[in-house]
């Protein structure tokens, strides 16, 4: 089981120092850390893998503010979440640009987390399976079967990401099930409003790989719990 760990926008440069001392004891288990971009030097941890939030669609050059996959590479940054809804609300990001930094990462052998999922009114449409459909097709457009194995998914159902309402298991293997009629063996994971109560109800979920925790993720305590329980 994955466990991805995406810190968002948060912690000071001190408080990154002693959340990455509380996970020092996290040992042995899957875990992957998307610290923001401006801890990446930080990092140290030897049992916890090291991704990123984002990546530039370029490779390198005059591209203020950017940071390329070229970049991420030598700091031994292994993943990189892509298109989390965040991103494609506030930076406008699109399906295109989504698929372009698939491919930079790719370039750079750097796995892309490709974050999918429905708004509430697209749920309430029924639109769910279109736009898991769309989102997925798009964002592999052009790649081959090689590079599209090497892709992460996480299903996030944008109403739930810090909402504190989780769908059922059901609308989740619903969505899981079209995500594998389109990649059959990639990790599938879900993302939203995961704790370490829910958890005991999300693990009977039989086509869930991992989980993707935004708030979760910067409460140690509870993270080690969610852990505890995810594995019972
Ligand atoms: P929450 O776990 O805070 O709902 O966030 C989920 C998320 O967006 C992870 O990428």
């Excluded at 995406?6 to 002693?18: A, R, V």
């Excluded at 930079?104 to 052998?109: F, R």
């Excluded at 599209?148 to 969505?175: C, D, F, H, Q, R």
Aim: glycine share 6%; hydrophobic share 35%.
């Amino acid at each position: 089981m994955l466990t991805i760990l995406n810190n968002k926008c948060n912690l000071t440069k001190e408080e990154f120092l002693s959340y990455q001392k509380e996970l020092e004891n996290f040992k042995g288990k899957d875990i992957i850390l998307c610290p923001s971009t401006i801890h990446i030097p930080n990092f140290y941890l030897k049992d916890i893998s090291l991704g990123a939030q984002n990546v530039s669609v370029n490779d390198m050059g005059p591209f203020t503010g950017e940071v390329s996959a070229y970049q991420l590479a030598s700091y031994n940054v292994k993943y990189c979440l892509i298109g989390h809804s965040e991103r494609r609300h506030y930076q406008k990001e699109t399906n295109e640009e989504i698929n372009l930094k698939i491919k930079e990462l790719l370039k750079y052998n750097i796995v892309p987390i490709l974050c999918i999922g429905e708004s509430k009114e697209e749920k309430f449409n029924n639109k769910t399976k279109k736009i898991i459909e769309t989102e997925i097709l798009s964002a592999i457009e052009n790649l081959t079967s090689e590079e599209k194995n090497k892709l992460i998914i996480a299903y996030e159902p944008i109403w739930s990401i810090g909402s504190g309402v989780i769908p059922t298991n059901m609308e989740i293997t619903e969505v899981l099930q079209v995500i594998k009629n389109i990649l059959p063996t990639n990790k599938l994971l879900y993302g939203g409003s995961v704790t370490d109560e829910n958890i005991n109800t999300l693990k009977k979920c039989p086509l869930i790989d991992g989980y993707l925790l935004g708030g979760l993720s910067l409460k140690p305590y509870n993270l080690a719990n969610f852990l505890k329980q995810m594995t019972n």
